[in-house]
């Protein structure tokens, strides 16, 4: 069983900084390339950053920059730091795993049934 519990969203001013985390269980963590995803109601779902098993990062175009993907191997979490934030980035921010490759935006797409989601945490960003 796979479980991801995401926590620290909320309400920010435009220039300032969040950083989320996912908590997971140790095999899963272990196991498993990691990776942020956001989404706006009514807009598809998109990735943002992973992290692979060994370390290896990456991040989407649209958010390069302000974002450092990072995981704790003590206490197995993963976490999302967010600089700079703009009233547009302003989502449902997920935490997602899936045993293989992940570094691309579409690896996570070669079998959706695969991926495993958390519920989500809230970022508003307010100008």
């Known amino acids: 069983q796979v479980y991801l519990v995401e926590s620290g969203g909320g309400s920010v001013q435009a220039g300032e900084s969040l950083k989320l985390a996912c908590a997971t269980s140790?095999?899963?963590?272990?196991?498993?390339?990691m990776g942020w995803f956001r989404q706006v109601p009514g807009k598809q779902r998109e990735w943002i950053s992973s992290i692979s098993t060994d370390g290896r990062t990456s991040y989407s175009d649209s958010m390069k920059g302000r974002l450092t993907i990072s995981k704790d191997n003590a206490d197995f979490t993963l976490y999302l730091r967010m600089d700079n934030l703009k009233p547009e980035d302003t989502a449902m921010y997920y935490c997602?795993?899936?045993?293989?490759?992940?570094?691309?935006?579409?690896?996570?797409?070669?079998?959706?049934?695969?991926?495993?989601w958390g519920r989500g945490t809230q970022v508003t960003v307010s100008s």
């Open positions: 997602a795993a899936r045993v293989g490759p992940c570094l691309n935006n579409g690896d996570w797409y070669v079998s959706p049934r695969s991926v495993f």
């Open positions: 140790g095999p899963s963590y272990m196991a498993a390339c």
